[in-house]
């Protein structure tokens, strides 16, 4: 039996208390859930619901952005403007880019020494 097969064919009560185990860090029956117990049982919980096509907000890991997916509450939002600021920072710290350009189109450099 494959993988795949043992995770197609894992009974619903089997993920659920494996799912529970990984959030609690315990089996059911008390003992503390090791690191690679913890990598292989969460890979197969991750498996699990993908071949079962469950809803994404009832998957592992999902977070509900809500009413803040998009704005300044948003992680990925403020990692953007992150980003975009230390980019227009470095061009200016840099200053290597001249922003005129030739008739044919190309672009002019400045040396700068560093």
């Known amino acids: 039996m494959t ?3 043992l995770i197609e064919r894992l009974d619903p009560n089997v993920y659920r208390s494996l799912r529970q ?4 860090g315990k089996w059911p029956d008390g003992r503390k859930v090791s ?3 913890r990598s ?3 890979e197969a919980v991750i498996h699990y ?4 096509n469950m809803p994404e907000e009832d998957r592992t890991g999902y977070i509900d952005r809500g009413a803040k997916a998009g704005t300044d509450c948003d992680p990925t ?3 953007q403007k992150k980003v975009a600021k230390n980019a ?3 061009d200016a710290a840099n200053g290597s880019l001249n922003d005129n350009s030739d008739d044919d189109g190309s672009e002019q450099y400045t040396e700068v020494k560093v």
Do not use: D, F, G, P
């Not at 185990?21 to 609690?24: G, H, M, V």
């Not at 619901?49 to 079962?52: F, L, Q, V």
């Open 21 to 24: 185990s990984i959030e609690l």
């Open 77 to 79: 939002v403020r990692m």
């Open 35 to 37: 690191r690679e117990q």
């Open 40 to 42: 292989i049982s969460l």
């Open 49 to 52: 619901e993908n071949t079962h």
């Open 3 to 5: 993988y795949e097969e």
């Open 88 to 90: 227009a920072k470095n």
